[in-house]
């Protein structure tokens, strides 16, 4: 790693390195992600029954909103306009988002425990998306761009946490009663 490097300052051998450029292509992904999912998550809010689902999805929502707000400033760090590209791995979790919401009857704990496998699966998709981007900022000597996605990545992680215990607490057994 050399000095520019280290410092923040990106060499223009870098920025035009492949490797980097798919960096780029992968925040600009996940930048599309998170926005759509701060769409979708109000919707999940709205379709869950109990309080603790209603009250986690609502924090996830700010919770995200902080993530874009945490890529905007990976994106000025790397000199890049913060745009989206299409995720087609977050778009079809959203749709089966959806989809679990139109095949379960509303109020029940199976929509609850259909809900937190919805909200679930995309936490492991951003689980792992964060990890290995925190990994490829490291490699190229981003550890300011690390240390942020890091923390987004943590966020993650806490959310999942927190969807498992309320599913374990209560919501996978009411199910299985209904």
Known sequence: MNNNQKNGIMSSEMKNSEFHKFF???LK??????????????KMQK?????ELIAAFEKHTQESLKH???LKQVFELLGEKAVGKKCAAMEGLIEE????????????????AGLILAAQKAEHYEIATYGTLRVFARTMGHDDIAD????ILENEKMTDVAL?????SFVNESAVAE
């Open 68 to 70: 874009i707000d945490i």
């Open 24 to 26: 780029v292509e992968e």
């Open 148 to 151: 942020l996605l890091s923390s």
């Open 29 to 42: 992904d996940i930048y599309w992600a998170e926005n759509h999912l701060v769409k979708a998550l109000p």
């Open 47 to 51: 379709a869950a029954s109990s309080k």
């Open 164 to 168: 498992t215990k309320i599913a374990e």
């Open 97 to 112: 988002g959806e989809t679990i919401m139109q095949d379960t009857e509303k109020d029940t704990m199976t929509r609850d």
